[in-house]
T-cell receptor, first 114, second 112 residues
Framework: GDSVTQMEGPVTLSEEAFLTINCTYT??????LFWYVQYPGEGLQLLLK?????DKGSNKGFEATYRKETTSFHLEKGSVQVSDSAVYFC?????????????FGKGTKLSVKP | DADVTQTPRNRITKTGKRIMLECSQT?????MYWYRQDPGLGLRLIYY???????NKGEISDGYSVSRQAQAKFSLSLESAIPNQTALYFC???????????FGPGTRLTVL
């Protein structure tokens, strides 16, 4: 079945460091790919998404490129801030699928130190 | 005002009790979902509904039931709560074809 695997955390970085959170997927159809972010004590918010191969999603300095050949959607940011501390979830949705729901990775907790 | 609201935000209950978690949305979306979040496990789908008359089981529906009272309201019930249902519960909505889901703030449930 469809699944998402993302790197386990926690990840601890210093402010202004480069961030990569790896995400790979398995899907039988043509998925849309998402990164959601969960700040402490809050629900999930959409960070960025890509709907087809080679698309790049970007938001708030974060980027991820839909790589069909490597079935990956790695999240990157060039210079993290303390305010980026959160849990990040990679997810996929198979358009036209019977459920239409999201399949999530287990989440990666990021802590950014001043 | 928030587009997706959940009540209560926190709930402590005892084993064997029946409880209901409520979700309301003002986004006008037809699709609504209930997820459960456990540490280290990500989010898992409990039930989903594509419209008022269409309700479907998700990955982990045992021990749960739902009611879609209106397009804007989707309630989750635990018929007889047990301690391993202690978790954070999220409601979400979506509107195809974007597939993007919008989440409520969550309900933290503790079953003693």
């Amino acid at each position: 079945g469809d699944s998402v695997t993302q790197m386990e955390g926690p990840v601890t970085l210093s402010e202004e460091a480069f961030l990569t959170i790896n995400c790979t997927y398995t899907a039988t159809g043509y998925p849309s790919l998402f990164w959601y972010v969960q700040y402490p004590g809050e629900g999930l918010q959409l960070l960025l998404k890509a709907t087809k191969a080679d698309d790049k999603g970007s938001n708030k300095g974060f980027e991820a490129t839909y790589r069909k050949e490597t079935t990956s959607f790695h999240l990157e940011k060039g210079s993290v801030q303390v305010s980026d501390s959160a849990v990040y979830f990679c997810a996929l949705s198979v358009s036209g699928g019977s459920q239409g729901n999201l399949i999530f990775g287990k989440g990666t907790k990021l802590s950014v130190k001043p | 005002d928030a587009d997706v609201t959940q009540t209560p935000r926190n709930r402590i209950t005892k084993t064997g009790k029946r409880i209901m978690l409520e979700c309301s949305q003002t986004k006008g979306h037809d699709r609504m979902y209930w997820y459960r979040q456990d540490p280290g496990l990500g989010l898992r789908l409990i039930y989903y509904s594509f419209d008022v008359k269409d309700i479907n089981k998700g990955e982990i529906s045992d021990g749960y039931s739902v009611s879609r009272q209106a397009q804007a309201k989707f309630s989750l019930s635990l018929e007889s709560a047990i301690p391993n249902q202690t978790a954070l519960y999220f409601c979400a909505t979506s509107d195809p074809p974007t597939d993007t889901q919008y989440f409520g703030p969550g309900t933290r449930l503790t079953v003693l």
